[in-house]
């Protein structure tokens, strides 16, 4: 079965930096594309970022364009977050997701808590 696995998150000052990682099994993980979402307590859950299957291309939310990098190692079947100069409006619960069958699968989610 498809598992999801995200690790990572805590709670860091602002300007510092976290990388969250999402261990994947259960499917091919280099033919599908990954995502990161995050839910800020009391809001919808959104997009922060999404990688192709090859790594080639990515797409990230404008609210963290030029701060935030989303990787993967196909070999390790994980997807990597790199968040720098975080923001207090950063903090949320992160999501790594993939759609797979036509099917949407989750992690259980990593809080990132930036706060002085």
């Known amino acids: 079965q498809v598992q999801l696995v995200e690790s990572g998150g805590g709670l860091v000052q602002p300007g510092g930096s976290l990388r969250l990682s999402c261990a994947a099994s259960g499917f091919t993980f280099s033919r599908y594309s990954m995502s990161w979402y995050r839910q800020a307590q009391g809001k919808e859950r959104v997009l922060v970022a999404r990688i192709i299957s090859t790594g080639g291309s990515t797409n990230y939310a404008d609210s963290v364009k030029g701060r935030f990098t989303i990787s993967r190692d196909n070999a390790k079947n994980t997807v990597y977050l790199q968040m720098n100069s975080l923001k207090p409006e950063d903090t949320a619960v992160y999501y790594c997701?993939?759609?797979?069958?036509?099917?949407?699968?989750w992690g259980q989610g990593t809080q990132v808590t930036v706060s002085s």
């Open positions: 997701h993939t759609l797979y069958l036509f099917r949407e699968y």
